[in-house]
């Protein structure tokens, strides 16, 4: 699988994707990996800071810290 050059996005509110990330929801998902919980954190962090919600994404990333140590200290 190539992925170089490729981009991804979050395509769900990013309320409902910090949810997912931190646990509190498993989006209709059987049994969702921390991976993905992982991945779809740091995406919703991003989509935070494109939108330029500063105060908002640190905050997301300090709850997102905690719950995944040494994963989000980017």
Known sequence: ?????????????????LAFAM???????AEPSDGMRRVVGALAVDALEED???REAAIARHCLEQKWPGVFTF
């Open 1 to 17: 699988m190539k992925l170089e050059g490729e981009r991804f996005r979050l395509s769900i509110p990013v309320g409902d994707a």
């Open 23 to 29: 646990g509190w929801s498993d989006l209709r998902y």
């Open 52 to 54: 330029e919600q500063w």
